[in-house]
């Protein structure tokens, strides 16, 4: 038997894409491939936690590799979809 779970609402733009970026550092591989292709250090992630750009980067880095976007949507429980559009609600 298949249980169909809802995706969670989204009720914080901010609040995903900094639990999405956890995702994201979670695993040093894809760690170290979203600081290269964002150009991103360590530093300049940390100083820009805040900033709605940084957390755009966090869900356009997401939206371009689907294998990814799908897994981070899944462990934080929202439709693929919904994560991918939230880097709008970000601006």
């Known amino acids: ?17 900094l639990q999405a970026l956890g995702w994201v550092l979670a695993d040093s591989g894809r760690a170290d491939r979203f600081l290269a292709l964002t150009g991103l250090t360590p530093e300049a ?17 997401l939206a371009n590799h689907e294998s990814d976007l799908v897994a981070a ?8 979809e919904a994560l991918a559009a939230i880097r709008e609600k970000l601006r």
Do not use: H, K, N, W
């Open 1 to 17: 038997m298949t249980i169909i779970r809802e995706p969670a609402p989204v009720s914080d733009a901010r609040t995903v894409a």
């Open 45 to 61: 992630l940390r100083a820009g936690l805040g900033d709605p750009g940084v957390l755009g980067a966090v869900l356009d880095f």
């Open 73 to 80: 949507a899944e462990a934080l429980d929202i439709a693929p």
